[in-house]
């Protein structure tokens, strides 16, 4: 059983369109992050979410938002997207803010 | 923010060899862990360690928090240690992860 997973894998789409990326954990966790990974390797946080609080990086463009529908899933809705968009997405969870994190797979974005 | 430092960027090493990462960090931190990217993006924890030393197999880490820096050490490496390092540190419930340093075995 995989303990974040995330979907797609692999998403190819045109600038402009939206999209929506999805995570859930299986392990019991009240916290969950979204990272991207740009193409000279760096982590950045986009996102962390507990069932009280979200905190945004203020760097992260408003075209991206965080759904939760419960303390299992939190999805990566991007609207309009653009070239630089193009990445790779990692959920990832933890046991509250700062303890041991988990991460998913990725999901390769490329915007063409 | 924090910064991150993690040298060197880059590593190539023989099979069987051994190396020490390190990470660099600018302020108090609560935490620390050290992950593996491997060549297929998958990243994998290796150690929490906020603190202290700890050994699991071939890998051990250290960390010296009032020195605010962390060490990785690879012993006796294998192509299967190819791949990139990541230390991230914890403050303020944030994870900020570091540069990265980019390990090659050769056999």
């Known amino acids: 059983d995989t303990a974040v997973s995330q979907t797609p894998k692999y998403l190819v789409t045109q600038m402009g369109n939206d999209k929506s990326i999805k995570c859930e954990q299986n392990?019991?966790?009240?916290?969950m992050y979204w990272y991207k990974q740009d193409s000279k390797k760096f982590l950045k946080i986009m996102f962390s979410?507990?069932?009280?609080?979200?905190?945004i990086n203020e760097t992260v463009p408003n075209r991206f938002s965080p759904k939760s529908p419960d303390k299992a899933h939190l999805n990566l809705h991007i609207n309009s997207l653009e070239l630089g968009d193009s990445a790779v997405y990692f959920c990832?969870?933890?046991?509250?803010?700062?303890?041991?994190?988990?991460f998913g797979e990725g999901s390769w974005l490329t915007v063409v | 923010g924090i910064q991150v430092e993690q040298s060197p960027p880059d590593l190539i090493l023989q099979e069987g060899a051994n190396s020490t990462l390190r990470c660099n960090f600018s302020?108090?931190?609560?935490?620390l862990q050290w992950f593996h990217q491997n060549p297929w993006g998958q990243l994998i924890n290796l150690f929490y360690?906020?603190?202290g030393t700890k050994q699991n197999g071939r890998l051990s880490a250290t960390t010296v928090a009032t020195e605010r820096y962390s060490l990785l050490y690879i012993s006796s490496s294998q192509t299967t240690d190819s791949g990139v390092y990541f230390c991230?540190?914890?403050?303020?419930?944030?994870?900020?992860f570091g540069t990265g340093t980019s390990l090659t075995v050769i056999p």
């Open positions: 990832a969870s933890s046991q509250g803010g700062g303890n041991t994190i988990y």
């Open positions: 392990l019991g966790h009240d916290t």
């Open positions: 979410y507990n069932n009280k609080e979200l905190i």
């Open positions: 302020d108090s931190v609560n935490n």
């Open positions: 360690i906020p603190s």
């Open positions: 991230a540190v914890v403050t303020g419930n944030q994870f900020y």
